[in-house]
């Protein structure tokens, strides 16, 4: 259950900050948007990707209580962070799926 959670907790953070970045202009037109994103979306996905970081906090405060949990949410939040600065430098079409199903909802 424990491996459960601590995977749920790294795509929740990776979640969060991919829709916090493919919130800005160059990063949506990199993983294959448009020129820039469009404001009806922007915000929405800004929201969903804080929902998302604070969804991990939850799940680490859950998994391991305050003390440890806290600890294991900041390393999350860092890991979370550099695993998509890596995928919008390196494999920017890997988030493509993610630009398209947007568009597709907007």
Do not use: K
């Not at 949506?28 to 970081?53: H, N, S």
Request: aromatic share 8%.
């Amino acid at each position: 259950m424990t491996g459960v959670l601590l995977l749920a907790l790294a795509l929740a953070s990776y979640g969060g900050f991919a829709l916090l970045a493919l919130s800005q202009d160059r990063h949506w037109e990199r993983a294959g948007g448009a020129r820039c994103c469009p404001e009806r979306l922007a915000r929405p996905m800004r929201i969903a990707g804080y929902a998302l970081l604070a969804t991990s906090l939850a799940l680490s405060l859950w998994r391991d209580g305050p003390g440890f949990g806290s600890l294991l949410w900041a390393t999350m939040l860092s890991v979370g962070a550099v695993a998509v600065t890596c995928t919008l430098t390196w494999r920017a079409n890997w988030l493509r799926p993610v630009v398209r199903t947007l568009q597709g909802i907007a």
